[in-house]
């Protein structure tokens, strides 16, 4: 059975870019939720995806925006980058009809010059 | 709005000495309360589900117990193997549709153990 798995490992923009984020949930599992976790902090939820629908999502504005692919898999796309983006992006996968325990992938480290 | 809150924010045990850590929270129908373990800058490792006040759960050093409103992580006889740091989520009952199954996490508590 095959962990989260998330690329790239760390990942340095520019202010104004756009990034894309990728993750691949763990074998059987249905749904994926995006996090981010600024330094010292707890992680933040971003949004949440089930069946390729966006079923759920934070306090996030809308340049943040998703994809779930037929295979569970999931980007986490995030347009016209600003300094305070830069944090640890945290993927996790789950299965809806087993319980609610989600299961973290390593993390993203964005930095925004 | 679920909530949560940890304490102490940072704790630093000797080797063998046993501690407890806090997590209080507020929650609109608790589904689940999690505990993970985060190493510098690697993602959160799942250490427990707990479901209704009164349920605990054990795994090698570390015992986690529920009530309606905390739940504690007991850590018994640590290691420096144990130093990590320790957050705690809720999933709450909320809108599926809006909200999701999303977690709420505290700030974690950042635990040290001195050999």
């Known amino acids: 059975e095959t962990g989260v798995t998330q690329s790239p490992t760390h990942l340095i923009k520019t202010r104004g870019q756009q990034v894309t984020l990728r993750c691949s949930s763990q074998?059987?599992?249905?749904?994926v939720s995006w996090y981010q976790q600024a330094l010292g902090q707890g992680p933040q939820f971003i949004f949440q995806y089930y069946r390729e629908e966006e079923n759920g999502r934070g306090n996030f504005p809308p340049r943040f925006s998703g994809l779930q692919f037929p295979n569970y898999s999931s980007e986490l796309n995030v347009n016209a980058l600003e300094l305070d983006d830069s944090a640890l992006y945290l993927c996790?996968?789950?299965?809806?009809?087993?319980?609610?325990?989600?299961?973290f992938g390593p993390g993203t480290r964005l930095t925004v010059l | 709005e679920d909530q949560v809150t940890q304490s102490p924010e940072a704790l630093r045990l000797q080797e063998g000495e046993s501690s407890s850590l806090n997590c209080s929270y507020t929650v609109s129908g608790l589904r689940g309360l999690f505990w993970y373990r985060q190493d510098p800058g690697k993602g959160p490792e799942f250490l427990f589900t707990?479901?209704?006040a009164g349920e605990e759960k054990e795994k090698e050093r570390l015992k986690a117990t529920l009530t309606k409103k905390e739940s504690f992580l007991h850590i018994t006889a640590p290691k420096p193997e144990d130093s990590a740091t320790y957050l705690c989520a809720v999933q709450g009952s909320g809108d599926e549709k809006t909200s999701g199954s999303r977690l709420t996490f505290g700030e974690g508590t950042q635990l040290t153990v001195n050999p």
């Open positions: 707990l479901y209704s």
């Open positions: 996790a996968s789950s299965l809806r009809e087993g319980g609610y325990t989600q299961y």
């Open positions: 074998s059987g599992h249905n749904t």
